[in-house]
């Protein structure tokens, strides 16, 4: 089975400026979750979709977004970007328990 | 109540060595607790997890265990390799609720 897949890998962006992120599941999940990782906060949780539903959130600023696709897939949006957005953005994926993550989009901004 | 906390923050160990990490937690609705390790530049990858009506799961090298009444569990790493070298991160989930992470505590196994 294929792991869960994130593109683009690197981002490199200017403030002000706006970024999609994409995450393909692993075949079969439902739930997807998008972390912000950096290094003095460590894992921090930005929002859950489950069938195409927002089921949890997490508390970031409405600058932050996300949608789920009916085949599963999701993407992350980050409008006016911030110095302080510049992290790794990870995405998981789960089957009711177990929580699958892809290899992050490592996002810069300058 | 949503917290997990992890120590220590980093942690050096002689190669074979038993290296210890400690996570300790408020909300007694969690009903699920995994461990992940993760190398640079890399996502972060299940390890193993377990639930509250067992006091300890071994895989391997890797063992759980887990106190319910003082709200604790611990990942114990048996004969340490230089390859376990990683960042190892704890986290707790309420059913339904989404995942609440530890800090992470940076493990070093020297040669």
């Known amino acids: 089975k294929a792991g869960v897949t994130q593109t683009p890998r690197y981002l490199i962006k200017t403030r002000g400026q706006q970024v999609t992120l994409s995450c393909s599941p692993i075949?079969?999940?439902?739930?997807v979750s998008w972390y912000q990782q950096t290094p003095g906060q460590g894992l921090q949780f930005l929002f859950e979709y489950f069938s195409e539903t927002q089921r949890n959130k997490g508390n970031f600023p409405g600058r932050f977004s996300g949608r789920q696709f009916s085949n599963s897939r999701s993407e992350m949006n980050v409008s006016t970007l911030e110095l302080g957005d510049s992290a790794l953005y990870l995405c998981?994926?789960?089957?009711?328990?177990?929580?699958?993550f892809g290899p992050g989009t490592r996002l810069l901004v300058l | 109540q949503q917290q997990v906390k992890q120590s220590p923050q980093s942690l050096i160990v002689q190669k074979g060595g038993i290296s210890i990490i400690n996570c300790a937690y408020e909300n007694t609705a969690f009903d699920y607790f995994p461990w992940y390790q993760q190398f640079p530049g890399k996502g972060p990858a299940l390890l193993i997890a377990i639930r509250p009506d067992v006091s300890e799961k071994k895989e391997g090298r890797f063992t759980i265990s887990f106190n319910k009444s003082a709200k604790q569990f611990s990942l114990h790493i048996m004969d340490s390799q230089p390859g376990d070298s990683a960042t190892y991160f704890c986290a707790a989930r309420r059913n339904g609720q989404n995942f609440v992470f530890g800090p992470g505590t940076r493990l070093s196994v020297l040669p």
């Open positions: 075949s079969g999940h439902r739930s």
């Open positions: 998981a994926s789960s089957n009711q328990e177990t929580q699958y």
